[in-house]
């Protein structure tokens, strides 16, 4: 098969066009795990966190309490783009409280 220069071209474009997709894609797919994305997973774990020990009743309303402010200010910090400061308070309101036992045993 026997290509002319209109086909070369074209194809190359269409090359060009595959591989900017793709790399597009694998952006999107690494933001997935970073910046409002993984503020928003870690929200989750601390809110699920805080409303088991609530529900536990193993931990005193203060720390609870203590607990949504922080979280409230992580929320803010994702909210403003700071999100490295962001993930440091989830984080810290996670170890603080250590995982729950009904977590651990499914």
Do not use: W
């Amino acid at each position: 098969m026997r290509f002319d220069r209109d086909h070369m071209k074209s194809l190359g474009l269409t090359l060009a066009g595959i591989t900017v997709s793709l790399l597009g894609a694998s952006s999107a797919i690494a933001q997935a795990t970073s910046g409002p994305s993984l503020c928003a997973a870690r929200d989750v774990q601390v809110v699920i966190l805080i409303e088991d020990h609530g529900t536990a009743n193993d931990v005193a309303p203060e720390r609870l309490a203590k607990a949504v402010l922080s979280q409230l200010d992580a929320r803010a910090a994702c909210s403003e783009g700071r999100v490295t400061e962001a993930i440091a308070r989830y984080d810290e309101i996670i170890r603080s409280f250590g995982p729950m036992l009904s977590r651990t045993a499914r």
